[in-house]
């Protein structure tokens, strides 16, 4: 049996049309396949790889700590240089509130630690969240996710969560007295790259702060400068009481953590204590990718890389197919006409060697998500090559 057989035959699969490259290696913007193939990834496998793949630094820290110590005790107990010194760094570029971090694997372990911590600090069991959301696929976090087609079939999942429409000012009202937490993307990614409306965001806060309601911002797909700040909350001036990051964090490794305040965490300490435990939550490996992430991250201006990826999308992508192109930053997604147009796209340019894809919930959105080291030049190349892709369909 070849790897491919292999594959289709043992590895389970979550869909019947996987897209299928069989991946050799991966260096900066490019994935290469087994058949010769060179592919520029223009998804960053799901806005994970702002660095690009491999980025030197981060594969350093990798063997560097791997000849230290991998895995040496459950999460909490030891004190390990490279979770510390991440914890750190990360607390370093946050608000005064957000002063502790809970390391995990995942964005679905992230949100699901934040519900459970949100109940735990306020003592109440009822959620908030949006229609068309998406927060992970695990029990407590599909359970907040806003869409019934991916839910229904595993209901009954948590009670008393109540889904609001997204930037709509007469929902806010179902956050009471009664109310845990409000659990939102400030732009949601799956549902289709949907930017929360400043004035609005404001309106959520203001509205928790009334009801003693805590705020989770699930940024585990615009952290990280993907939206042109280090977190998108910062372009809205409203900061979250519990902040949910993975994806891009740990530059290709397995990585999250919810980040709150020392307070609120203290719910997680005793009564009982160990009432929230991970075994390899912040992986001694995965903290050193995320520290060497961070810190190249923030030794270059990748905020205004991001902006430049949104103005070059916006120059080239003008085929008349294209009914809008929205997002921020490096965060964009490209309204197609219909379902058809969207599918021949995303086909042709894979045949091209640009890998493009949907989002979640959309079928007429093409995510764009380059990774943020790419040179400028191949960026217009791309979009050049997807705009007149657009066109050839367009004119048939
Ligand atoms: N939240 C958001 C906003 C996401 O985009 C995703 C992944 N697409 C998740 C949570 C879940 O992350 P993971 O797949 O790492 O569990």
Known sequence: MNNREKFYDHVAQTSDAPMGLEVDYAEGPYIYTTDGRQYVDFISGIAVSSL??????????VKKQADQHLHVMVYGEFIQEPQSAYADLLTSQLPSSLDRVYFVNSGTEANEGALKLAKKHTGRHKFVAFNHGYHGDTHGSLSVTGRDVYQDPYKPLLP?????????????????????????????GEGGIIPAQKKWLKNVRQRCNEAGALLIFDEIQTGFYRTGSLFAFEQYDVVPDILCLAKAMGGGMPMGAFVSSSKIFESFMYNPPLNHVTTFGGHPVSCAAAHATLSELLSDDYGYKADQIESIARKELTADGISEVRGVGAMLGMELKNTELTRQVVEDCM??????????????LVRLAPPLIIDLELLQDIFKKIN???????QQ
């Open 351 to 364: 045949d091209q060697g640009i890998i493009l894809g949907w989002t979640l919930h959309s079928d007429t």
């Open 388 to 394: 007149g892709t657009i066109k050839k369909y367009c």
């Open 160 to 188: 008393n969560v109540h889904f609001l429409d997204f930037n709509s000012f007469e929902a806010l009202d179902t956050i009471d007295e009664q109310t845990a937490a409000v659990i939102m993307e400030p732009i949601q």
């Open 52 to 61: 690009g793949h491999r980025h030197p630094k981060v594969v350093e820290a």
